[in-house]
């Protein structure tokens, strides 16, 4: 008999891939937590139902939501990352020297273990000395910071249930002021594609533009999120995506990636038409 997992990207769009055997199920306070195997995408976990990461390809939002903002900022010292348990974003800050701390705010403990437990290929460095994990509210931890850190990285879920909050003007707001003077925030935005997707990555970007003054949207492709196409934020109280990409000292770091380069860095930045449209009205008000 053949198993699938599928996760309903509109009221008429699926996505379905067949599942070897469930790894793991479990409910937290907060969210249906499941792990499967599968023969084309290996392990991958799902919240409520929807897709959070595969091990093919969950290299390509990892990189590009760390990557990017590292390649802009001359020296990261203090991160906070709100949300990201599976691991993914830790694994990939981890590869800097001179980050001193990480402070990472998840709400859920119960996706830290799993994650731990049935997809160490993302939640490898959950132990690394210079990551302090706060199971609470991000919403809640980054509202009482201020100037402390010199990036945010926001790896929330979609913008209903556990991530609905980050997702709101106060939260962004408490970000900024979170931020030093040259501090840089890069969030996930949602798919452009899709109407619903559509919505909430305009008001998304309409919330931020209300509190950085350079706000940019760049883009990756990911096989297993709705439509593939994905956008990610970039906002900063000083720095620019592109003119301020240092792009020689990042090369000659030498980390190996499997979808990031300083040239994609670039090319991410430039958008299809149809989501500059998207984008343009909200960014003409501010």
Known sequence: MDFWFSEMQTANVKLSIRVDHQLYSGKSEFQRIDVFESPEFGRFLTLDGYMMLTEKDEFIYHEMITHVPMAVHPKVRDVLVIGAGDGGVIRELTRYPEIEHIDMAEIDPLVVEVCKKYLPQTACRLDDPRLSIYYEDGVRFVRSKE?????????????????????????????????REDGIMVNQHESPFYAADAAACQRAHKRIVESFHISRVYQAHIPTYPSGHWLFGFASKKYHPL????????????????YYTTTLHKGAFYLPAYVEELLKDVETQY
């Open 243 to 258: 003119r301020d990409l240092k792009e020689t000292q990042w090369n000659l770091r030498g980390l190996k990636c499997r």
């Open 147 to 179: 100037n402390c850190y010199d990036l945010i990285i926001v790896d929330s879920t979609d913008p209903f249930g556990p991530g609905e909050g980050l997702f709101t003007r106060e939260f962004y707001g408490s970000c900024f002021k979170a931020l």
